[in-house]
């Protein structure tokens, strides 16, 4: 790619500066792709963007847009406020849905407020949502207890699940839960997903499941969407050659998350999830003669170049980029904003 820092780029004046031409060390690194921002994060962020060009500042987003602190302050510095809740957001205000979903009743306390509000709940995740609906029928007697596999708390999950009354949805964690659930009707169930989870993980709590329960239902399409999927792959591409594998992305972010553990089950000798350049402990690049790097899909591709650069002022870089796929997806913004 013709953005990317190679060897003989420019070297910016700074502290890192410290090691002379001469005794740099040579330096191999891996670039996974795709990596960074998926489709979701990209049309979310646009949501506030254009919201805040629309409707002037301020414009306030429910819980962080993406997970991503880089984003964040940038959106808030271009006039986002985040808050938790809705009750943090003034009679007048308008405010945005993160990318994760909200459960059914924060839509309908914004318009019991009459609340100006635009949904920035990533396409693949409303899917999921529609599926939970599909599966549940109403509560009629063609309904299925629905199984979800994912993470408890995380906030994808907490709107997913609050799309249907309680006790319409059993979380299920990991392989030991899926092996203990004992459902009320095990002839009557259905199984949705996470959409940011570990292809591989994921497949093994399916296997179990359905050998449990062979009349479980699931997804007519892959609920781990394509872009979790893609980064994974691109992941398991470089690991085995990295001595140290870097997923730039933050500590709340299920698919960096994600990444990371791939990247160890993969052969990476140590894999470190690294928010920002701030926060590299520069020390864990002692011995390291081949490192892979990667972003998680609510990174800006920004961070990584950062990265590049600050290396570039102590290596030798000999940069190789490593394709497994080709992305094109692209997500049209909500109709109020002309989507």
């Known amino acids: 790619m013709s953005d990317l820092l190679t060897p003989t780029a420019r070297h910016d004046a ?51 847009i993406v997970h991503n602190r880089t984003v964040v302050e940038n959106l808030e510095a271009q006039g986002a406020i985040f808050v938790e809740e809705l009750d943090e957001v003034p009679e007048d205000g308008h405010v945005v849905f993160s990318a994760h979903g909200v459960p059914k009743a924060v ?13 920035a709940t990533c396409p693949l995740v409303s899917k999921v949502h529609r599926e939970a609906e599909r599966h549940f029928a109403g509560g009629g007697p063609d309904a299925r207890h629905i199984l979800m596999i994912g993470h408890a708390g995380h906030p994808e999950v907490v709107g997913t ?44 709590v399916v296997d179990i499941l359905r050998e449990r329960f062979p009349l479980i239902e699931g997804p007519k399409r892959e609920d781990i969407c394509y872009a979790t999927t893609n980064r994974q792959e691109a992941v398991k591409a470089i690991a085995a050659e990295s001595d140290l594998l870097i997923v730039i992305g933050a500590p709340n972010s299920s698919n960096s998350q994600r990444l990371r553990e791939v990247a160890e089950r993969s052969g990476a000798r140590r894999a470190l999830l690294v928010p920002k350049l701030s926060e590299l402990d520069w020390s864990a690049l002692e011995g390291v003669s081949t490192i892979g790097i990667t972003a998680g899909a609510s990174a800006p591709e920004s961070l990584v170049q950062e990265m590049l650069n600050a290396l570039s002022r102590r290596y030798e870089l000999q940069i190789e980029e490593r394709i497994v796929k080709e992305e094109s997806v692209i997500f049209r913004l909500p109709a109020p904003l002309g989507g």
């Open 14 to 64: 700074g502290p890192l500066d410290s090691v002379s031409s001469d005794a740099k060390a040579r330096l191999r690194v891996l670039l996974a792709g795709p990596r960074g921002f998926c489709a979701g994060v990209d049309r979310a962020i646009r949501v506030v963007e254009e919201a805040i060009r629309r409707y002037g500042a301020p414009v306030y987003v429910r819980h962080e």
């Open 107 to 119: 839509p309908a306390e914004a318009q019991r407020r009459n609340l100006l509000y635009l949904d």
């Open 161 to 204: 699940m609050g799309q249907l009354p309680k006790g319409a949805v059993t979380l299920i964690n990991d392989a030991d839960e899926a092996r203990r659930v004992e459902p009320e009707d095990p002839t009557r169930l259905a199984f949705i997903t996470q959409t940011t989870l570990s292809v591989d993980d994921t497949a093994e």
